[in-house]
């Protein structure tokens, strides 16, 4: 049996004429920049996710690279963030010349640990960045918190107020004590890559935000900061959202809500099997859901010879993943930093051990059944534990 990672062509298939006329649309008007389904999409996005305003971007790297670009965070500042994450998230502060600043997870959800950011504040950090890794909301109330805080300080001259940007790359309509990914920090930040679970058909991405001066701003920088035409307030770039995308994933949004339900489902289904067949946390270790909206963009398991277990699912037809095998802070590119294997243990080890499953929407019961009998003819002894 063959079941893949992604299923994208089962979702075509269902919604084709849906899809096929809205591209039609955007040729028949010819608007590829700034149609109408571009703003469409904004309003429709931010009410999704419980904010005043969206802005449509070219891709999540570029919402999140211009939400920084908004706050005017450059060199000299500090960002703290997560070093398990895509490479996106850290990349953006980088690219603006500010320092990334790592702190480790909590090996239960992979999100950043909340109780270690404090330690991380110096007088230059400027912003936050807390990913909702695989489509659970991080701990927001404690960042949260902590911000506050940390704001009410008296500054030294010149320091500015600390900023949270939630990368919700991976988490549209999850939710924390009944608040949407997005709604909360600062500014919010979606991907319509086309693995996500709002989709496009090629490279997309949205900021949120609940500030108007801050949308106006986010919508000046897109557009190379011209504001009117051939007049540059800013030094922006070209972060626009095309026409064509923004159709196709309207289109989509419509589905988003049945989609999830259906990946909700597939996730109570592998926890029933795992643990029916005594695997569950004895060899394997289920993602750990807490209260509030999963989304499951992926479905990550834990195991000891992660990689064996790769091969043997991969020789046996099953697609899966491996997010992310490098921890950021050890990345080539990040050297410069200075940090050394042991300096984020829990972010390493989840790169060493974990597994993302199929959970696609369209996947049936039969294939789930498949990938955790294929798992269990697999011998995985109990000393392998992760935990
Ligand atoms: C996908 C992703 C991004 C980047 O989105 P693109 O649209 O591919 O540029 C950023 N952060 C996280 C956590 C992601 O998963």
Redesign the pocket.
């Known amino acids: 049996m063959k079941v893949p990672l992604l299923n994208l062509k089962a979702q075509y298939e269902a919604i084709k004429d849906e899809i096929d006329r809205a591209v039609a649309e955007v040729f028949v008007s010819q608007q590829f920049i700034n149609g109408p389904q571009v703003v469409e999409l904004e309003k429709a996005v931010a009410e999704y996710s419980g904010c005043a305003h969206g802005v449509g971007v ?7 690279l211009i939400a920084l670009m908004a706050e005017d965070i450059g060199p000299g500042d500090e960002v703290i963030t997560t070093p398990y ?5 850290a990349g ?1 502060i980088a690219r603006v010349g500010a320092k990334p600043v790592f702190v480790d997870i909590d090996p239960s959800t992979f999100n950043i640990n909340p109780n270690l950011i404090e330690q991380a504040v110096t007088e230059s950090t400027r912003a936050i960045i807390p ?3 695989f489509g659970q909301m991080a701990d927001m109330d404690p960042i949260m918190d902590l911000v506050h805080s940390q704001n009410q300080k008296p500054k030294t001259k010149n320091q500015k107020p600390i900023i949270v940007i939630e ?4 988490a549209i309509g999850s939710e924390y004590k009944g608040r949407r990914a997005g709604s909360i920090g600062d500014y919010g ?1 979606f ?3 086309p ?2 679970n709002l989709g496009g058909a090629g ?3 949205l900021v949120v935000c609940q500030d108007a001066e801050r949308a106006e701003r986010l919508k000046i920088l897109r557009n190379h900061g011209s504001k009117p035409k051939y007049f540059h307030k800013f030094i922006g770039g070209n972060f626009r959202l095309d026409t064509i995308q923004a159709a196709v994933v309207l289109a989509k949004l419509r589905h988003l809500d049945s989609w999830t339900a259906a990946r909700q489902k597939n996730a109570e289904a592998y926890r029933k099997l795992f643990h029916e067949c005594g695997l569950a946390g004895n060899g394997v270790a289920l993602p750990e859901e807490r209260e509030g909206r999963h989304i499951y ?1 992926q479905f990550v398991i834990r195991t000891h010879d992660r990689d064996g277990l790769k091969a043997h699912l991969h020789a046996n037809g099953v697609g899966t993943e491996v ?1 992310y095998p490098l921890p950021l802070h050890l990345q080539e590119c990040f050297a410069y930093l200075g940090h050394q294997r042991g300096d984020f243990p829990h972010a390493e080890k989840a790169a060493a051990d974990s597994l993302a499953l199929p959970i696609d929407p369209a996947l049936s019961e039969v294939a789930i059944e498949y990938v955790v009998s294929t798992i269990n003819q697999k011998p995985i002894t109990s000393s392998q534990q992760p935990k």
């Open positions: 070219s891709s999540g790297s570029d919402a999140l994450t895509f490479f996106a998230t953006a990913v909702h890794l990368d919700a790359a991976q930040t991907s319509f890559f693995s996500k490279d997309g991405g963009n997010y």
